[in-house]
């Protein structure tokens, strides 16, 4: 149940989007979503869509797993689309009950739709073909610069590596409580809200004992081997760009330009 | 009174690239009373196939058989098969979550809407047969020592007073002494009451003293089933599996090879002692 999250998950496989260095995937993937918010037209969002298309393909992800993640946010985006639908001012197209369709609306809605499953396939990309790892490694050199103005950017890289990779323990710990309570008897699915709410205490209890355990014994695992912050740290596999990051960067610059000029005309 | 499992198997997440077969048509019958060891590498599915018994993963093919009813049955009461088959994991400790000891114990009994005199008496008679010393009843369950948050644990499952008890390696992460005791309370648990107890481990010498039938199990199928000499006698295949006979087994096989006329079917130290003190004779 708690499995089918694909959003911070990683797909293991070879492909030149794998291998590629995590600052491009990062800038990448950020422009992309920057420039679903220039489009003026649908030929802009059909531009956005034949590049993510041609990612995937590189990528080697099946589709299947893109489409299981936004299985999570479908309802986020009824509601928008909904909300968009009847509540956007304009020429009325239909009109029943006390609802209007109007033009505007029924263009903004479909915009909105697409620009949310565009965004979030795109950045669902990214996770999927970096390891988490990867991922912060990344975010934390791209940030480096930040430090001039005393921000603890690699304290919050660790942090986030550190969140990140307790995500699949915790899970596997929660499954692991909850099959040892209902084997003495606790009930999790039925009764009301209350109920249930109370029922929770003998999963969440242990879950955060645990969880304080874990960090503890980390911590102490990290002291251990000398661990003191960022200063004067260095890295067995630093970030080094490559021919295939430099095109890649190129690719992404070809888009943003393309596509933002095509999908600002007005017809 | 039995459990007879089916034709059982089991896979992990089909249909992903992840899939992966954990159980491949386990036929198993358990008759009551019996003290079944369970034994295997990690990963050979010993754990899976417990979990099936009390119904907490379902079977991919194949059905399980409590009393004669089939618990796939839409109709059969799963909360009952739990109080029925007490299902104590690895690191049961874990588990513990109420602010002492006692009230831990009841939580088991009083999800089974028992009154609460009933709740307690069990709860009582529980702890008292883990060996749980009574002064220590209402500490509270996160001060205690490993071994005893252990026997709290244990005892909070023998609370629902199940027919089936099943032990997920009750003694990892224990000291020598610890284990000892625990292993020894549970024999003498078996022999009082006349449960049936299941007892998951990986190490042959732990059970070899204690139980009546060892179950070998390698790569999610059932490797050996038979009464423990009878299993050791094969401990060359063991060892290829990464299992190890006791040591016992390979002393009165080595005593053997040179020679001294004796039975290598002991199991325990006090079996080969006689055994060994016959054939000097």
Redesign the interface.
């Known amino acids: 149940m708690l499995r089918d999250i694909t959003l911070g998950q990683y797909y293991q496989t070879e492909s030149v989007i794998h291998r590629m260095d995590p600052r491009v995937k990062l800038g990448g993937t950020l422009l992309f979503i920057i420039s679903l918010f220039f489009f003026k037209n649908f030929l802009g969002y059909a531009i956005a869509a034949l590049f993510l298309a041609v990612v995937i393909k590189l990528s080697g992800v099946p589709f299947k797993f893109m489409v299981r993640g936004m299985k999570t946010i479908i309802l986020l985006l009824m509601i928008t689309v909904v909300f968009n639908l009847f509540l956007t001012p304009g020429t009325p197209l239909v009109s029943f009950w006390k609802l209007t369709i109007t033009i505007e609306g029924a263009k903004l809605a479909a915009s909105m739709a697409i620009r949310l499953t565009l965004l979030i396939i795109g950045s669902s990309l990214m996770t999927l073909t970096t390891t988490p790892n990867n991922l912060t490694d990344g975010m934390e050199k791209m940030l480096r610069p930040l430090r001039v103005i005393k921000v603890p950017v690699h304290e919050v890289a660790m942090m986030m590596s550190i969140a990140l990779r307790f995500i699949p323990i915790l899970l596997e710990e929660t499954d692991k409580i909850m099959k040892a309570q209902i084997a003495r008897g606790a009930d999790f699915e039925s009764g009301n809200i209350f109920k249930r709410a109370k029922a929770l205490v003998p999963l969440l209890v242990p879950l955060f004992i645990s969880a304080f355990r874990r960090a503890n014994d980390l911590a102490m695992a990290m002291e251990a081997r000398c661990y003191r912050g960022g200063e004067g740290r260095t890295k067995m596999k630093p970030l080094k760009y490559k021919k295939r990051d430099y095109i890649a960067y190129l690719c992404i610059l070809v888009y943003m330009v393309g596509s933002i000029f095509v999908g600002r005309l007005s017809f | 009174m039995s459990m007879i499992i089916d034709h059982v198997n089991y896979i992990y997440e089909p249909g992903t690239p992840h899939a992966r077969k954990a159980l491949s048509d386990i036929c198993l019958q358990i008759p009551d009373g019996q003290f079944v060891g369970i034994i295997g590498h990690t990963g050979s599915g010993k754990s899976t196939l417990m979990?099936h018994l009390?119904g907490?993963i379902r079977a991919t093919e194949g059905h399980i058989y409590f009393n004669g009813e089939d618990i796939y049955d839409d109709d059969y009461d799963m909360?009952k098969l739990?109080?029925n088959v007490?299902?104590v994991?690895q690191y049961?400790e874990?588990?513990?979550?109420e602010i002492d000891v006692f009230s831990d114990v009841c939580?088991?009994p009083?999800?089974?809407g028992l009154d609460k005199r009933e709740v307690e008496l069990r709860a009582f008679d529980a702890l008292r047969k883990v060996g749980f010393p009574e002064e220590l009843f209402y500490q509270s369950p996160?001060e205690l020592s490993g071994g005893q948050k252990r026997r709290a644990a244990i005892a909070?499952?023998l609370a629902?007073k199940p027919d089936i008890l099943i032990l997920d390696e009750p003694t990892a992460g224990l000291d020598p002494k610890g284990r000892d005791e625990i292993l020894g309370q549970i024999k003498k648990l078996q022999q009082e009451t006349g449960m049936t107890i299941l007892l998951v481990s990986h190490s042959m010498e732990d059970v070899a003293e204690y139980v009546d039938r060892i179950i070998v199990m390698n790569k999610g199928s059932i490797m050996y089933d038979d009464i423990p000499a009878n299993v050791f006698a094969h401990y060359r295949e063991l060892e290829e599996v990464g299992l190890a006979a006791p040591q016992v087994t390979y002393i009165m096989h080595k005593l053997r090879e040179k020679g001294l006329p004796v039975d290598a079917g002991a199991t325990t130290i006090e079996e080969a002692t006689e055994e060994i003190l016959r054939a000097l004779r």
């Open positions: 979990q009390n907490l909360k739990r109080s007490g299902l994991f049961p874990h588990q513990l979550f939580f088991g009083k999800n089974l996160f909070g499952v629902m």
